[in-house]
């Protein structure tokens, strides 16, 4: 079964023309087998930001819905694959001070139609808003 690796969070910041929004770019590798090589596979990024259940319950926040999924081909048995994602500031400012941000990533082979194949989070990275 496909499996995500090397996930982290590469790049964010205020776009340089307008600071209210934020970009934030997911890297990941994607692991598959010699007999998923050459099939279609659907990958989908959505944003957290962490709590480490501090008060309020601990939930963590969910910053943005997972998109319509995009579907891509299995070229090789690892794939290198990117997301940028564009936020308003204040949906990242859920709290006072420090954000802590992570992300998940959904995959699944497209004829599948069942559960992910994998689904993981990034490291957290912190960012002020």
Known sequence: MANIINQEISEFGPLPNDRSIWSITVSYDIRFRDDEVSVDFDDAVKLWEDDRGEPFGGGDDQITPYPLPSR??????????????????????????????????????????????????????????
Request: hydrophobic share 35%; no cysteine; proline share 3%.
């Open 72 to 129: 891509f081909r299995a070229s090789s048995s690892l794939v290198s694959r990117e997301k940028t994602i564009m936020v308003f500031r204040d949906q990242l400012d859920t709290e006072a001070g420090g954000e802590e941000v992570k992300a998940q990533i959904w995959l699944r082979r497209a004829d599948s139609g069942g559960a992910a194949d994998d689904e993981v989070y990034t490291p957290i990275k912190e960012m002020s808003p």
